[in-house]
T-cell receptor, first 114, second 114 residues
Framework: GENVEQHPSTLSVQEGDSAVIKCTYS??????FPWYKQELGKRPQLIID?????GEKKDQRIAVTLNKTAKHFSLHITETQPEDSAVYFC?????????????FGQGTTLQVKP | DAGVIQSPRHEVTEMGQEVTLRCKPI?????LFWYRQTMMRGLELLIY????????DSGMPEDRFSAKMPNASFSTLKIQPSEPRDSAVYFC????????????FGQGTRLTVV
């Protein structure tokens, strides 16, 4: 079945540094890759997404890259701030069955130290 | 729109009791997902509906778990009988139903089985 692997599980950076989170997926038919941020005690919320016809997408300090050949996609956060501290989840959707099933990675706990 | 609404927010029950979690998706959304979140296993997809029809229930852990979607505005997830290992946060999410679109999460139900 579909599987999404996410690394690292925890990441600690100094304020102002960059943070990179990487994911791989198993289903080559996947074509939608969202990233969610979950603050403590709250619901996951979408921060950025990318579709398979695009290799990179940027939104202010956040960017996502996609390598369909290698089945890799990554989240890049630049100039990190303490409020970026949260759990980040990658996900993949779209499959050979084309049902829109959304599978999440295991999550990365990001800590930004002031 | 008030977003995806889940009830109850918190549920504490004794082992062996029946538990019913409820979800109201965003009006007009055609896809509904039930996820379970634990520290050990992250966000697990339990079941997914499209146009009120269960599409994939391969994530439902055991026969003790069942889910229904009798109409476009309501879904339930039932655990009978409940066990301590079912303790988790259960999220419901909905999406417009078009492939590769954002899933919006509810606030979640924190279930504790003692």
């Amino acid at each position: 079945g579909e599987n999404v692997e996410q690394h690292p599980s925890t990441l600690s950076v100094q304020e102002g540094d960059s943070a990179v989170i990487k994911c791989t997926y198993s289903d080559s038919a996947s074509n939608y890759f969202p990233w969610y941020k979950q603050e403590l005690g709250k619901r996951p919320q979408l921060i950025i997404d990318i579709r398979s016809n695009v290799g990179e997408k940027k939104d202010q300090r956040i960017a996502v890259t996609l390598n369909k050949t290698a089945k890799h996609f990554s989240l890049h956060i630049t100039e990190t701030q303490p409020e970026d501290s949260a759990v980040y989840f990658c996900a993949a959707s779209g499959s050979s069955s084309n049902t829109g099933k959304l599978i999440f990675g295991q999550g990365t706990t990001l800590q930004v130290k002031p | 729109d008030a977003g995806v609404i889940q009830s109850p927010r918190h549920e504490v029950t004794e082992m062996g009791q029946e538990v019913t979690l409820r979800c109201k998706p965003i009006s007009g959304h055609n896809s509904l997902f039930w996820y379970r979140q634990t520290m050990m296993r992250g966000l697990e997809l339990l079941i997914y509906f499209n146009n009120n029809v269960p599409i994939d229930d391969s994530g439902m852990p055991e026969d003790r778990f069942s889910a229904k979607m009798p109409n476009a505005s309501f879904s339930t997830l039932k655990i009978q009988p409940s066990e301590p290992r079912d303790s988790a946060v259960y999220f419901c999410a909905s999406s417009p139903g078009l492939l590769n679109t954002e899933a919006f999460f509810g606030q979640g139900t924190r279930l504790t089985v003692v």
